[in-house]
């Protein structure tokens, strides 16, 4: 069974950046897809970014397109999300998850899933 465990979240003013991380285990990670998906209170959840098992390519949403990066380490089976220029409109509790069905911007492409880490930008 694939976990994945997300940490990185946190308080950040409005313009400020921050790092998320996404450790997968259970499964074999250079084998996975991996995205990032984040939802508001009372809003749909919404695709953020996703990284194929190759690193070759990569996807973004137009809500953080320029502003985020995604990227994958396979000695520490980790994903990372790097955002930069966060606004109050980034807030929110931002998921990893996995497929083993190939890269896709659907969230029902992805069977595993963490618990998520909360990311509030305020000032």
């Known amino acids: 069974q694939v976990r994945l465990v997300e940490s990185g979240g946190g308080l950040v003013q409005p313009g400020g950046s921050l790092r998320l991380s996404c450790e997968a285990s259970?499964?074999?990670?250079?084998?996975?897809?991996m995205t990032w998906y984040r939802q508001a209170p009372g809003k749909e959840r919404e695709f953020v970014a996703a990284i194929s098992q190759s690193a070759g390519t990569t996807y973004y949403g137009d809500s953080v397109k320029g502003r985020s990066t995604i990227s994958r380490d396979y000695a520490k089976n980790t994903v990372w999300l790097q955002m930069n220029s966060l606004r109050p409109e980034d807030t929110a509790v931002y998921y990893c998850?996995?497929?083993?069905?190939?890269?896709?911007?659907?969230?029902?492409?992805?069977?595993?899933w963490g618990q998520g880490t909360q990311v509030t930008v305020s000032s």
């Open positions: 998850a996995a497929s083993r069905g190939g890269i896709s911007t659907s969230r029902y492409a992805y069977d595993y």
């Open positions: 259970g499964g074999i990670f250079s084998s996975m897809d």
